[in-house]
């Protein structure tokens, strides 16, 4: 309003004097002097020299010290991160002992989940059954034992001969086969012989011969343990197990029909004493 009146009487800021001239300088000087110092953000060079030499304040001092990363710390080894620690000797993560301690190959546990696994506890002659994958008896056969089939006990005394002595053979026959399917990795030869030894008196697999063409070969107890501590051999080892219980059965069952669906009797085939009945260990 000042200025605006002075401008009227003089042009702008001329010589001819009102009422309102000094007010007018007033304005100048804040507007154009004052006014411009006082909007200045930057300091005289005086005044930045007092601010550069000031000591830095205890908390500003602690941000400067505390402004380096967990990366830089961990890098410069004066507090190495958790996922770290195991690097430098300190107690290591739970994940990292059991790795460590971990059994080795010699050290591992026979295959719970492969095989028969029968319980010794339950095996008690004349009173056990041999059990399928579901649970029904089996009778008396030929056949080979399968995979998923168990030995069960009946609650009351079996009369019938090949149905005692057929659970009988199994009771011998399902460890064997476990432990050449399952456990070959774990299994000692002393073990082996021990659970062999009912052919053996027998006279079953004590022999072995490897001429000709692989169908007609043939491996004894030792030579089939031999065989398959050096790898799997998958068709040797069911010719094997298949005949040596066959064989079992064949000087075990009383009036039983051994041809098989080819016309071929084992039994004959090879002059086994059938129903002579079985040495026991």
Request: glycine share 6%; hydrophobic share 35%; aromatic share 8%.
């Amino acid at each position: 309003m000042f200025f605006a009146q002075a401008r009227t009487d003089s042009g702008f800021l001329g010589t001819k004097a009102t009422r309102h001239s000094p007010m007018v300088w007033v304005l100048f000087m804040v507007l154009f002097g004052f006014g411009c110092e006082s909007n200045s953000d930057t300091p005289s060079p005086d005044a930045q020299a007092a601010i550069d030499a000031r000591p830095m304040s205890d908390a500003q001092t602690g941000e400067d010290m505390s402004s380096m990363s967990d990366a830089r710390t961990a890098r410069d080894g004066s507090s190495m991160p958790d996922a770290q620690t195991p690097r430098d000797g300190s107690p290591a993560s739970d994940a990292r002992i059991a790795t460590d301690q971990s059994p080795t190959p010699d050290a591992q546990e026979p295959n719970n989940s492969c095989g028969h696994r029968v319980d010794p506890a339950t095996v008690n002659f004349g009173y056990n059954v041999v059990l399928n994958e579901r649970g029904s008896t089996q009778r008396p056969q030929g056949r080979p034992l399968q995979e998923g089939w168990t030995l069960g006990q009946s609650a009351t005394e079996i009369d019938d001969h090949n149905r005692r002595e057929y659970a009988r053979i199994a009771s011998y026959m399902m460890p064997v086969r476990d432990a050449l399917m399952c456990d070959i990795a774990t299994l000692d030869r002393a073990n082996w012989l021990a659970m062999t030894q009912i052919l053996t008196l027998n006279n079953i697999k004590t022999q072995q011969n490897l001429a000709g063409r692989p169908p007609e070969r043939f491996y004894s107890s030792e030579g089939i343990y031999d065989l398959l501590k050096t790898g799997a051999n998958h068709h040797p080892m069911m010719k094997y197990l298949e005949e040596a219980e066959l064989e079992l059965k064949c000087i075990a069952f009383r009036d039983f029909d051994f041809t098989n669906p080819a016309g071929n009797d084992h039994c004959a085939i090879h002059n086994l004493p059938v129903g002579q009945g079985l040495v026991l260990p």
